[in-house]
């Protein structure tokens, strides 16, 4: 198991989750992923730092946020 990248992954997803939550309470629009697309495209090239893609990122953000269940 890789605990460090685990760890360095959850607190990734946390730190855009937070980000996404402010930008969308700060926008006007209705549509959601007009409003995260930025965010996340923002912290790809960390996500890539730590060997991770934005698919395990939202994957990781879906469980932290209960919307789905980890395996």
């Given at each position: 198991m890789h605990y460090d990248?685990?760890?360095?992954?959850?607190?990734?997803?946390?730190?855009?989750?937070a980000e996404c939550k402010k930008a969308i309470e700060q926008s006007s629009e209705?549509?959601?992923t007009k409003i995260?697309?930025?965010?996340?495209?923002?912290f790809q090239q960390?996500?890539?730092s730590i060997g991770c893609t934005l698919s395990e990122v939202k994957?990781?953000?879906?469980?932290?946020?209960?919307?789905?269940?980890e395996k």
């Open positions: 990248r685990d760890n360095a992954l959850t607190q990734l997803a946390k730190q855009i989750n209705t549509n959601i995260t697309t930025p965010v996340f495209t923002s960390k996500a890539k994957y990781r953000m879906a469980i932290l946020n209960g919307v789905i269940r």
